[in-house]
T-cell receptor, first 111, second 115 residues
Framework: AQSVTQPDIHITVSEGASLELRCNYS??????LFWYVQSPGQGLQLLLK??????LVQGIKGFEAEFKRSQSSFNLRKPSVHWSDAAEYFC?????????FGKGTRLHILP | DTGVSQDPRHKITKRGQNVTFRCDPI?????LYWYRQTLGQGPEFLTY????????KSRLLSDRFSAERPKGSFSTLEIQRTEQGDSAMYLC?????????????FGEGSRLTVL
């Protein structure tokens, strides 16, 4: 069965600093991978996805993620965070008929 | 495109009562999913429909839970004889699966509080 591990429950970065959120997955075949963001009182919004092809994927809001098969990882990155990026971030793994989510990483931004 | 809508957004009920949540997916989407999210956790898969057929149910979905999607349009999730442990956010998502791939579009959720 597939699973997702997000090792960091909370991360705090200063506004303007770079960000990397970690995600490790377990899946027997080539996975579909996703990052979603959830702001307080809001639904989950898709940031980016990987289905196949280029292992570096670009998403919305300046985020990118890199699929590394050898490390079973799909880490999310942003070169310079903004105060509006404070939210909870979820990594998820497919196939599409049963997408499994990690427990999330809450991002805090220092002014 | 109005997105995925869920109703009600909030529901407070007493233990033992029945509750029903409704989800209206994006109209052209062929799959509909229900997830549950508790505080500090990620969404947990409950069940999903391909058109009107319910294709998979999680072990989390006890006999008190039932989901339907009549005519492959909106879906309902009913919880009978609610328990305090049912308190959670119930999320609905839909997707358009083409050649086996697609992404989930989520509604804003229905928050259930069982007193």
């Amino acid at each position: 069965a597939q699973s997702v591990t997000q090792p960091d429950i909370h991360i705090t970065v200063s506004e303007g600093a770079s960000l990397e959120l970690r995600c490790n997955y377990s899946y027997g075949a080539t996975p579909y991978l996703f990052w979603y963001v959830q702001s307080p009182g809001q639904g989950l919004q898709l940031l980016l996805k990987y289905f196949s092809g280029d292992t570096l994927v670009q998403g919305i809001k300046g985020f990118e993620a890199e699929f590394k098969r050898s490390q079973s990882s799909f880490n999310l990155r942003k070169p310079s965070v903004h105060w509006s990026d404070a939210a909870e971030y979820f990594c998820a793994v497919g196939p599409d008929d049963k997408i499994i989510f990690g427990k999330g990483t809450r991002l805090h931004i220092l002014p | 495109d109005t997105g995925v809508s869920q109703d009600p957004r909030h529901k407070i009920t007493k233990r033992g009562q029945n509750v029903t949540f409704r989800c209206d997916p994006i109209s052209e989407h062929n799959r509909l999913y229900w997830y549950r999210q508790t505080l500090g956790q990620g969404p947990e898969f409950l069940t999903y429909f391909q058109n009107e057929a319910q294709l998979e149910k999680s072990r989390l979905l006890s006999d008190r839970f039932s989901a339907e999607r009549p005519k492959g349009s909106f879906s309902t999730l009913e919880i009978q004889r609610t328990e305090q442990g049912d308190s959670a956010m119930y999320l609905c998502a839909s997707s358009l699966i083409i050649a086996g791939v697609g992404e989930l579009f989520f509604g804003e959720g229905s928050r259930l509080t069982v007193l």
